[in-house]
């Protein structure tokens, strides 16, 4: 069984879901490089941002 | 005011063969349908990519959805896991998905293998669209 971390998925949903966007969102490689990594830093981001919201909202 | 519209390219009337196969082929085999238009990179980032979240959705204990009349959100979860085509078939084959989800992680694998499968009917799509024309 593989058991990653709350973490470790999202940090591989995040790469594998931006590959996918980036080739089919844009035409260009240099294009989809860019679009890829946006949305990868944004998947990541999203979910820091978030977990920082709700540790303050336990507090 | 100006504004910047992305126009369609203009389509290849003169496609040889089935209009639909890039579509058909992609849907089944994860980036085949970029393959079978020569894109083999693409294919292989895509094959590697929705391939990788399909197997390890099924590793980490992930639920397959079966066909079922119940509840909306599982017959939405059984749409999204038809898009990963063959991968799917040979899940339920093999009786690889897990029924009941217990763990959080087997939560994460069921979700896993419903979003390969609609990252793959894009990707389905996105060959389509190459095949036809409509994107260059």
């Known amino acids: ?59 | 005011m100006a504004s910047r519209v992305q126009v369609p390219a203009k389509t290849q009337a003169s496609s040889p063969g089935f209009t639909y196969s890039a579509l058909v082929v992609g849907w089944l085999i994860p980036g085949a349908g970029h393959l079978i238009i020569g894109r083999w990179v693409r294919a292989l980032l895509l094959f590697v990519s929705i391939g990788a979240m399909f197997w390890l959705g099924i590793a980490m204990q992930g639920m397959l959805y079966v066909p079922n009349t119940g509840n909306v959100l599982d017959m939405l979860g059984f749409a999204g896991d038809l898009g990963n085509g063959l991968f799917y078939a040979l899940g339920r084959i093999f009786d690889l998905g897990h029924g009941a989800v217990q763990l959080a992680t087997a939560d994460y694998g069921t979700k896993f293998i419903v979003v390969a499968g609609l990252l793959n009917f894009i990707s389905a799509v996105d060959a389509h669209n190459l095949r036809i024309g409509r994107k260059v």
């Open chain 1, 1 to 59: 069984m593989f058991a990653p971390s709350h973490f470790a998925a999202v940090l591989l949903f995040a790469t594998f879901a931006s590959v996918v966007f980036g080739i089919t969102q844009r035409s260009t490689p240099k294009a989809m490089v860019r679009y890829g990594a946006y949305c990868w830093v944004m998947f990541a981001g999203v979910v820091i941002a978030a977990s920082w919201v709700m540790w303050l909202i336990k507090r």
